[in-house]
């Protein structure tokens, strides 16, 4: 693990991390980036384009 002190210049930086999801409990390399970077101080926006939401199901109409 890196000393608190070496940031690699990240402290303070927005970092953008696309296909940040991983299927199951896995850590896929965006989630990976985005848990380094986030260690180093930077501000970290993860985002998945995988992720699918149900829709809600329709209300009966029967009386």
């Known amino acids: ?3 608190p002190d070496d940031d ?3 402290a303070g930086k927005v970092a953008l991390i696309s296909g940040g999801g991983a299927a199951d ?4 390399n965006g989630r ?5 970077l986030a260690r180093a ?8 384009g995988g992720v699918r939401l149900q829709a ?8």
């Open 41 to 48: 101080g930077a501000k970290v926006l993860v985002v998945d």
């Open 32 to 36: 990976a980036a985005a848990i380094l």
């Open 25 to 28: 409990d896995g850590a896929g």
């Open 8 to 10: 690699a210049g990240h």
């Open 56 to 63: 809600p199901e329709p209300e009966s109409q029967e009386h």
């Open 1 to 3: 693990m890196q000393d």
